[in-house]
């Protein structure tokens, strides 16, 4: 019998989730049925517990969009091969089971592969390759800033902006996240809260400026990346970390917003910079060949040793909880991966 942990209520990780019987649908052209073995957690999978995500389906439904496991049906006879390989992917929710399916497309066999580092990846791969290939190797000796430097999105993107020859400044809340970085080695790490780093990082630039922000928090981070950013950079959104600060529902939405600020096409056109939103389940939608070209760019740097995730935190499903507490409180570094049973 195929199980998933259905989110049911908006709330705490120890009373949100459900484990419940799953009945999939039949197969449509192009996708497979995949066992899964294990399956990885992302900070919008919090949010969504919270009730702060809007892309989440209505109440209740299987969160997870990454996953390991074997493939064990097909309905196309060109996907015949994939049967019984062992496969990393990605689903449009519904990952939190013990059987997905997806898209044929959103797959990569990955043989004996750890399943920390496939899951690493999945989504907060492909997050960190789509914006990074946005920046021109024109900018070979410029500086970006990476905020949560240390989770799985920044710790990606901080190797493949090496790759381009970018300096980086790697942003982290505390100081025991700054052994997690050193093996990275990014040019500078700045530990700070996201109210008083941008003074730092101006200290360490002088008279330079970013070519680039990767920010996951947004609020208030918004208006000082903008001030840090010099003409032809850009500012990258993929997430709202700072919204689950607020406590007191639809005025905290509203503070949220208002330090994130209302800006006009004019400043940016004038100053030549740029802020740029990323939601890949969006660009998925629309160009899911993007998605599948970054998924296989990802693993490619990986098998070229070009590319190595920070070491994934691992728990059995029984403590489903217990991870999601720990992604929640900002102070996991890399992955978090929960498994189906024992740890394989």
Not at 28 to 51: H, K, S, T, W, Y
Request: aromatic fraction near 10%.
């Amino acid at each position: 019998m195929n199980q998933g942990f259905y989110l049911v209520k908006p709330g705490d990780s120890a009373t949100a989730f459900e484990l419940r019987p799953v009945v999939l649908p039949p197969l449509m052209e192009g996708q497979v049925l995949i066992r899964v073995a294990a399956f990885g957690l992302n900070f919008a999978d919090v949010m969504a517990r919270r009730g702060k995500y809007r892309e989440a389906p209505s109440f209740p439904f299987i969160p997870g969009y990454d996953i390991v496991g074997i493939v064990e049906q097909v309905f196309d006879e060109d996907h015949k091969h994939l049967i019984g390989k062992r496969v990393a992917g990605f689903c449009r929710f519904g990952g939190y089971a013990t059987a997905v399916i997806t898209s044929s497309d959103a797959l990569v066999e990955i043989g004996d592969m750890d399943t920390g580092d496939a899951l690493s990846l999945c989504t907060q791969g492909v997050t960190a390759s789509y914006m990074v290939d946005q920046i021109s190797e024109a900018h070979n000796g410029r500086f970006a800033l990476v905020h949560a430097a240390a989770g799985g999105v920044g710790s990606l993107l901080l190797q493949l902006l090496h790759l381009k020859g970018i300096k980086t400044i790697a942003r982290v809340s505390s100081q025991e996240k700054v052994a997690a970085l050193n093996i990275l080695n990014p040019t500078h790490i700045i530990v700070s809260d996201q109210h008083t780093y941008d003074r730092s990082i101006q200290q360490l630039l002088g008279n330079d400026t970013l070519i680039a922000s990767f920010n996951a928090v947004a609020g208030s981070t918004v208006r000082k990346d903008l001030g840090l950013i010099g003409s032809g950079g850009k500012l990258f959104l993929f997430g709202g970390a700072g919204l689950l600060q607020g406590k007191f529902g639809i005025l905290s939405l509203l503070n949220f917003v208002r330090k994130t600020g209302f800006y006009s096409p004019i400043p940016f056109m004038m100053q030549s910079k740029a802020m740029i939103g990323v939601n890949m389940l969006k660009i998925a939608d629309v160009s899911p060949s993007v998605l599948s070209f970054h998924l296989n760019q990802s693993f490619k740097c990986y098998q070229n040793k070009l590319l190595s995730p920070l070491p994934a935190t691992i728990f059995n499903h029984k403590e489903l909880n217990r991870a999601h507490d720990l992604l929640e409180s900002g102070k996991s570094t890399g992955k978090l991966v929960i498994y189906w049973g024992d740890f394989a």
